[in-house]
């Protein structure tokens, strides 16, 4: 199986303060990696998918990029409505995985 | 609009089985797969596997293989969920996602609100 590793596995954050995820993949995933936000409890959200591209509807605060291993989630000026929780997940392989989370607490 | 409602929630004892639906309405139900994603209380999402609603070919995480039956009744555009053998590990919130193939990439668009699956004694 494809093991995804994000990192930080938490962070803690201002608002309007800049903030990157990143992903790693296990072997190359090419730019099937997505990124989601999940509230306590609610159902995750979709932000990001082929690496880059911003789903319809999201702020154009946040950003993916990368590709084979490597990826990173971008917030540039984070806000209140942000302080979630962010999983990456890649589709390259028949079975699916996700990271661990990464937690973005208010400082 | 796409809309996924699942079934409410459910308390099982060690050893039962649960299945849990997942209703969908604002799309073709045939032309999307449906995943199914579990989060236990404080933990992160886990993939357990995916159907395709019109050939009903399905593919599952190896550590649901044996335990997990995922099928569907297309004439009410609902996906079901069977998780047999249940432990008390197994107690979590189960979601049923679409899956979108994207050129490069593919994806879950929409998700359901999520079902509580309790296993206790």
């Known amino acids: 199986d494809i093991q995804m590793t994000q990192s930080p596995s938490s962070l803690s954050a201002s608002v309007g303060d800049r903030v990157t995820i990143t992903c790693r993949a296990s072997?190359?995933?090419?730019?099937?990696l997505n990124w989601y936000q999940q509230k306590p409890g609610k159902a995750p959200k979709l932000l990001v998918y082929a690496a880059s591209t911003l789903q319809s509807g999201v702020p154009s605060r946040f950003s993916g990029s990368g590709s084979g291993t490597d990826f990173t989630l971008t917030v540039s000026s984070l806000q209140p409505e942000d302080f979630a929780t962010y999983y990456c997940q890649q589709s390259y392989s028949v079975l699916w995985t996700f990271g661990q989370g990464t937690k973005v607490e208010i400082k | 609009q796409v809309q996924l409602v699942q079934s409410g929630a459910d308390v099982k004892k060690p050893g039962a089985s649960v299945k849990v639906s997942c209703k969908a309405s604002?799309?073709?139900?045939?032309?999307?797969?449906i995943n199914w994603v579990r989060q236990a209380t404080g933990q992160g999402l886990e993939w357990m596997g995916w159907m395709n609603p019109n050939t009903g070919k399905t593919a599952y995480a190896k550590k649901f293989q044996g335990r997990v039956t995922m099928s569907r009744n297309t004439s009410i555009s609902t996906a079901y969920m069977e998780l047999s053998s249940l432990r008390s590990e197994d107690t979590a919130v189960y979601y049923c996602a679409r899956g979108v193939s994207g050129t490069y990439s593919d994806y879950f668009d929409h998700w359901g609100q999520g079902t509580l699956v309790t296993v206790s004694s």
């Open positions: 604002g799309y073709t139900f045939t032309n999307n797969d």
């Open positions: 072997q190359s995933i090419s730019t099937y």
